[in-house]
């Protein structure tokens, strides 16, 4: 079975630091990844997505993923964060070509940014 | 410009009644979905609908109903059965089949819904 593990429910981090989050996902087939970021009483927006080809996926907001098979993960990091990154992200899994075609998505990191 | 509107944005409702979660989308999308969201326990499943007149149950389906009657509108009826309807409320689309790997999903705005 698919699934996703985002460790570390809160994460905070100073304005201008490293911001690093987590995700190991577990699939029996080629997975697609993606990250999602759902700012307060909103729904969710695609931040980025792993498909094929390249293992360092850039997205939006100057965040970037690399997709690393040997570790199973999906890591986002974004150099330097900034107070409007505050918000909740979410990882997600398809498993391309598995038994279903629903996104399964990890419980979320609340990120925090101190000024 | 395409996307997912969800209505309305907060919704009261006194505890025994039945309410809808209106779901209207304008991007040609097969697939709809339902979610509930609570504090830190990420996104559920509720139902799901890969077609027209089709839906199938997620993973908390009970005191919930849906309907599909149109390819646009994916209501939610939250029933009086529905132990602890209080939360915050996800409705997504997709493209049909194994397209959500390339693309995912889009969601709406969310309703928030408390029963009081």
């Known amino acids: 079975a698919q699934s996703v593990t985002q460790l570390g429910s809160h994460v905070s981090v100073s304005e201008g630091a490293l911001v690093l989050l987590r995700c190991n996902y577990s699939?029996?087939?080629?997975?697609?990844l993606f990250w999602y970021v759902q700012y307060p009483n909103q729904g969710l927006q695609l931040l980025l997505k792993?498909?094929?080809?390249?293992?360092l996926v850039k997205g939006i907001n100057g965040f970037e993923a690399e997709f690393k098979k040997s570790e199973t993960s999906f890591h986002l990091t974004k150099p330097s964060a900034h107070m409007s990154d505050a918000a909740e992200y979410f990882c997600?899994?398809?498993?391309?070509?598995?038994?279903?075609?629903?996104?399964?998505f990890g419980t979320g990191t609340l990120l925090a940014v101190q000024p | 410009d395409g996307g997912i509107t969800q209505s309305p944005k907060y919704l009261f409702r006194k505890e025994g009644q039945n309410v809808t979660l209106s779901c209207e989308q304008n991007?040609?999308?097969?697939?709809m979905y339902w979610y509930r969201q609570d504090p830190g326990q990420g996104l559920r499943l509720i139902y799901y609908?890969?077609?027209?007149?089709?839906?199938q149950k997620g993973d908390i389906a009970e005191g919930y109903s849906v309907s599909r009657e149109k390819k646009e509108s994916f209501p939610l009826t939250v029933t009086s059965a529905q132990k602890n309807p209080t939360a915050f409320y996800l409705c997504?689309?997709?493209?049909?089949?194994?397209?959500?790997?390339?693309?995912?999903?889009?969601f709406g705005s969310g309703t928030r819904l408390t029963v009081v």
């Open positions: 997504a689309s997709s493209l049909p089949g194994q397209e959500v790997s390339n693309y995912g999903y889009t």
């Open positions: 699939s029996s087939v080629p997975p697609y």
């Open positions: 792993y498909t094929t080809g390249a293992t």
């Open positions: 997600a899994v398809s498993p391309y070509g598995g038994a279903t075609n629903k996104l399964i």
């Open positions: 991007l040609n999308h097969d697939a």
């Open positions: 609908s890969q077609i027209v007149n089709d839906f």
